[in-house]
């Protein structure tokens, strides 16, 4: 999950990058779920979780303007949107193979909740 996304530099950034960063991205996020898991720290894997979802926020905010530029590659698009849930998902997987599934699905659940309402707060 980088800061800046790649969706800008569309001549630069194939498919394939795309892939290719995702695939690190799911080591590295399964390895950090992993051993969070194993240390009952609920909280990280939650935090976890919530970075992914910033991260795809980030892309669908960042793919409105490409598309309003006409510059938006839909392959590219669709292809880190696909990944990023698949990697959440496969986190809630390994939450369920540790048997922890409902506490961090319910913390999860919670904390996107408040931080839903804050954002309407703030505003």
């Not at 926020?57 to 409105?64: D, G, M, P, Q, W």
């Not at 590659?73 to 986190?91: A, M």
């Not at 999860?108 to 408040?114: L, V, W």
Request: hydrophobic fraction near 35%; glycine fraction near 6%.
């Amino acid at each position: 999950m980088g800061n800046q996304l790649p969706l800008g530099e569309l001549s630069q950034y194939t498919s394939k990058e795309a892939i290719d960063e995702l695939k690190q991205t799911e080591i590295d996020a399964m390895q950090k779920a992993r051993t969070c898991l194993e240390g009952k720290a609920y909280d990280e894997v939650v935090n976890l979780l919530l970075g992914i979802d910033e991260e795809i926020e980030l892309i669908v905010s960042e793919s409105r303007r490409l598309r309003l530029q006409g510059k938006l590659d839909v392959n590219i698009f669709n292809t880190l949107i696909k990944g990023y849930s698949e990697i959440k998902e496969k986190i809630f997987d390994l939450s369920n193979r540790y048997g922890l599934l409902k506490e961090i699905r319910s913390l999860y659940n919670f904390n996107k909740y408040a931080g839903k309402v804050s954002k309407r707060i703030q505003h």
